[in-house]
């Protein structure tokens, strides 16, 4: 995957230029990649600087990650990458993990916290794992995705971030904010060795939730910003997402609810995220996000963080 990725060129969207760090060496099982000095990952970038990040430079980097998911997500499944996308459907062990770990690890989340009081009955959740597997294992719907794609794998140097040159929230504009006068903060994507087929809803899902958390743990505004700008970004064009995933803007809507509920559910307690109520309240909400994308029920996300996966446009 590194090799062909490293002469596609990155995204550039406002201030910032995303892409894969160029493969240097490689051997069957070690490779050699471009360093970029002095940096953090996006997560510790958020966790440590967050107070200090302007809302509009939130929402550009926002804009900036949507950007380089949905091109990257166009070019993995164009025609001139099918013998790429045949390669990853022998990747069955991630298909097989990445499952064991979401849905099928929900229910030890239920046994751990029954405190609440909102968990599907069995009848529901049962259709509910059917439903999740399906979107991810149906052959006809199948398409290549990153795999991991969350703030731990974007890197970027731990300096203060660029301005962007328009306040504009308006996404088209935010991409074309470039200030004239600087070269662009660089971001790179990591960790393509997971990449699998599956839902693209699973890769734009994973993200969110993962900025999500920092905000909810942590308290910073500015992930809910970054949330945005992600979302904004990748949803710009819904018609061409329709046509190219075969699948109306809605469902995939509900769809990325679905994994956002699900990785807020069983990942923060079982990878070092504080225990206690506020642990307790993520997985509330989680398992209400679930619950709600299932039953489509679009209104309860008005006002709240995915609101943005729902805005007319």
Known sequence: MLTTLTSRPGTRSGPFLIRTPKLLFSLPHTVLIEDLPSSLTVKAYLSQHGPSIT?????????????????????LNGEHTKDLREKLVGNTAMVDAREGLYIGSYKMSIERFPEIETWPDEGEFIEIERAVKGMVRDSERREGIHGDFWT????????????PISNDTDVDAAAAAAPKDQDPAEIFILDFEVSQLGS??????????????VHHFYGASSPLQVMQGVAEAYTANRDKLKDDTGTDYETTAFQTAMHFGIHIVVIPWRFG????????????????CLLRGWRRDAEWFRGGPLECLFTEQ
């Open 55 to 75: 809302p509009a430079t939130a929402h550009a980097l926002g804009c900036a990650l949507g950007s380089w998911l949905r091109e990257y997500h166009a070019w």
């Open 152 to 163: 731990g794998n974007m890197i970027l140097e731990d300096k203060p971030l660029p301005l």
């Open 200 to 213: 693209r809803a699973q890769d734009l899902a994973q993200c969110l939730a993962e900025l999500y958390m």
């Open 273 to 288: 995220w504080p225990m206690g109520d506020e642990m307790v309240s993520c997985l509330t909400f989680g398992n209400e």
